[in-house]
């Protein structure tokens, strides 16, 4: 009975982590003499850890990487890099001084694993990121100025979003890109990071 109704509650409260630890750590808090302080304490830590992966979860589905690729899983030996200051941008200051990286360099030296491993650090860190080809963008803002929605695209798609990376953005000549927004892409605040 008792069992039950912490069942509905938990459920009606959307109270997962609490309703899976809850006889486990009652436990431990009874083994240990634990006060009822301890216990509930227990409980919302488990309860806020869940919340913590899940919306980490969300933020990561959200980006829509092609596949998730870390700095740790990149290889520096056969690259020219520069480590410290790939270092000083996983710290993502550059998000809250709100300005632009550009990643340069031939094909094949791994931009876009780092984009993405950059990316991936952020929803991390519960920064909300979109990852888009330019080539998808173009495509999408075309769809949007066909429809007359570019300002909700904007809205809703673009600027909903603290960190927006761009990837394949070499392929296209800046003509067509102006040509196909009907925008000036703005350069205030770009600092370059050459590969």
């Known amino acids: 009975m008792i069992h039950k109704k912490i069942e509905e509650y938990c459920t009606q409260f959307k109270l997962t982590a609490i309703f899976e630890n809850y006889q486990s750590l009652s436990d431990k808090a009874s083994s240990e003499s634990l006060s009822y302080s301890e216990y509930l304490l227990m409980l919302l830590e488990k309860e806020a850890k869940r919340r913590e992966v899940r919306s980490k979860d969300i933020v990561l589905r959200m980006a829509h990487f092609p596949v998730i690729k ?16 790939l270092k000083e941008l996983s710290t993502m200051t550059f998000i809250e001084r709100k300005e632009n990286i550009l990643l340069l360099g031939p094909s094949g030296v791994g931009k876009t694993h780092i984009a993405i491993a950059l990316g991936y650090i952020a929803t991390q860190n519960r920064i909300k990121t979109k990852f888009i080809t330019v080539a998808d963008l173009l495509l999408q803002l075309e769809a949007a100025k066909l429809s007359n929605s570019v300002d909700y695209y904007f809205k809703k798609v673009i600027n909903t979003n603290r960190l927006l990376i761009l990837d394949e953005f070499r392929y296209l000549k800046l003509n067509e890109i102006r040509q196909t927004c009907s925008f000036r892409l703005s350069t205030r605040n770009m600092r370059q990071a050459r590969l």
């Open 70 to 85: 870390t700095l740790d899983g990149f290889d520096f030996k056969s690259s020219s890099v520069d480590k410290t200051k």
